[in-house]
T-cell receptor
Framework: NAGVTQTPKFQVLKTGQSMTLQCAQD?????MSWYRQDPGMGLRLIHY???????DQGEVPNGYNVSRSTTEDFPLRLLSAAPSQTSVYFC???????????????FGPGTRLTVL | ELKVEQNPLFLSMQEGKNYTIYCNYS?????LYWYRQDPGKSLESLFV?????AVKQEGRLMASLDTKARLSTLHITAAVHDLSATYFC???????????FGTGTRLKVLA
């Protein structure tokens, strides 16, 4: 049981390049989300999904696309990377609708992205 | 729109001392979470607080929630070096799936 996995761990891009950050989970969780973490700003929600085929925007969605074709995978796409997207990206999952004592998010190990 | 504020942002304390981290939120939030993050690592869930007056304890950490005051606290009792980390609180807006995080409190426990 791997939990939440993210690839790659590190990535360096040039401005204008595109790439996809991968997130996979084997806990059969319906809810998946992407956050970015910047110094002094905590974590900010980029996009989230409540199930296959259903996605919605978070606080900072601009410049990022997501899709959810399976329960297990929730990739994050950077269409045209910019230096402002240099950050650490975390994927998180949660079991479906809020349920007492189960309503916690499980975070992946993170991807450290640098855009030059 | 839910906003979450933590204070202090930095906390340096001696081993054996007690201290409290505060988490204020701006509008109704039907749940409040606390997470721990070690340097260069991911986030680990500590507590989930679901109702007014909820109190949870794990070792030297105790979290509480006052929904009327829109305040959650994380109390550290007799701090030890192993508690050095960054602690985040996060709120979940009522009826939404959006989680809003505070900026974090970086705790350093000095021997």
């Amino acid at each position: 049981n791997a939990g939440v996995t993210q690839t790659p761990k590190f990535q360096v891009l040039k401005t204008g390049q595109s790439m996809t950050l991968q997130c996979a989970q084997d806990m059969n969780h319906e809810y998946m989300s992407w956050y970015r973490q910047d110094p002094g700003m905590g974590l900010r929600l980029i996009h989230y999904s409540v199930g296959a085929g259903i996605t919605d925007q978070g606080e900072v969605p601009n410049g990022y696309n997501v899709s959810r074709s399976t329960t297990e995978d929730f990739p994050l796409r950077l269409l045209s990377a910019a230096p402002s997207q240099t950050s650490v990206y975390f994927c998180a999952t949660r079991a479906g609708a809020p349920r007492r004592e189960r309503d916690t998010q499980y975070f992946g190990p993170g991807t450290r992205l640098t855009v030059l | 729109e839910l906003k979450v504020e933590q204070n202090p942002l930095f906390l340096s304390m001696q081993e054996g001392k007690n201290y409290t981290i505060y988490c204020n939120y701006s509008t109704t939030s039907d749940r409040l979470y606390w997470y721990r993050q070690d340097p260069g690592k991911s986030l680990e869930s500590l507590f989930v607080l679901l109702s007014n007056g909820a109190v949870k304890q794990e070792g030297r950490l105790m979290a509480s929630l006052d929904t009327k005051a829109r305040l959650s606290t994380l109390h550290i009792t007799a701090a030890v070096h192993d508690l050095s980390a960054t602690y985040f609180c996060a709120g979940g807006g009522t009826g939404t799936y959006k989680y809003i995080f505070g900026t974090g409190t970086r705790l350093k426990v000095l021997a």
